[in-house]
C-alpha cells in the first residue's frame, strides 16, 4: 500500500470516528432543539392561549361576584369562598378548589389527547417520523409538551387569582388550617405549593391522553376519551362501595393539598400523590410506548 493510500485510508477512519463521538452531542443538540420547536409551537397555539385564559377568567368571575354581592353565608359555597372579602389572597385558593374536578382535567385532557392523534390528523406525523427525531424521541417530546402545560394551567389560575384578588380586596397576614397566622409573602408561596401540587397530580392523567392519542388519528376522540375518564375516576372515588379501589385511582388525592395550609406543612398527601402519579406515568408511558412504536403511521 502506497503511503498516500495510508492517508487516505487514515483520514478516512478519523472522520468516521470523529463522527461518532460527535453523534451524541449532536444528537443532544437536535432533542433541544425539537423540545424548544414542540414548546413554542404549543405555547404559540390559539387553543392553548384560550384554554389559559380560560383558566384564568375562573378567578376573575368569583373575585367580581364576590364584591359585587352582599356577605357570603359560611360555609356555604367553595372552600374558602367566605373569606375573600377579608383577604384577597384567597381568591386564588378558591379559584384552584374550583378548577379542580371539572376545568384542570379539561384543559389537561385537550392537549394531552392531541399530542399524537392532532400530528395524525393535520398528516404532519409521518413528516416528523422522516426526520431525525425518532418515534420514541418524539414520544417524549410530546409528553414534556403536555407537562409543560400541567404546570402553566394551575399557575395561571393562582397568579390570575392573587392578582385579582390584590386587586379588589384587602390583602394581609392570612390564618392557616392549623390556626397559625403567616405572612401574606409566605401565603402567597403556599398558594404556589398548591398549584405546584396540582401539577403533579395532572400527570398521570396527561400520560392516559398521550397513550389514548397514540390508538387515533382523530384528536377529537382522543380529548373525549380523555376527560371522561377523569369523570368516570372522580365518580368512582365517591362511591363508598369501592372503597378498597379509592387509593389506586388517579384522582384520589386531587384534593389532598390541605396539609399544605398547615404550620408545619405536612408531606405526606404530596409524596403518596407524587408516588401514584409514577405509576400511571410507568403504566400508559409504556402502553403509549408500546402502542407508538408498533403503529403503522400513513399520515
Known sequence: MSRSDQVSEHGSRTAKESGREGSVPRQRASSRSFLASELKQLFRRGRTQALLLALAAIPVMIAVVVRLSTAVPPGRGPAFLDRITQNGLFVGVTALIV????????TIGVVAGDTIAGEAGHGTLRYLLVAPA???RLLLVKY?????FCVAA???VALAGAGIGAALFPVGPVTLLSGDVVQPGEALNRMLLIAAYQTVSLLGLSAI????????DVPVGAMAATIVLSVASQVLDQLPQLEWLHPWLFSHYWFGFADLLRQPIGWDSFTSNAMLQAGYIAVFGALAYGRFVSKDVLS
Open 99 to 106: 378548577a379542580v374536578p371539572l376545568f384542570l382535567p379539561l
Open 134 to 136: 425518532g418515534r420514541v
Open 144 to 148: 414534556v409538551g403536555a407537562v409543560a
Open 154 to 156: 394551575p399557575l395561571a
Open 209 to 216: 391522553g398521550l397513550f389514548l392519542s397514540t390508538l387515533t
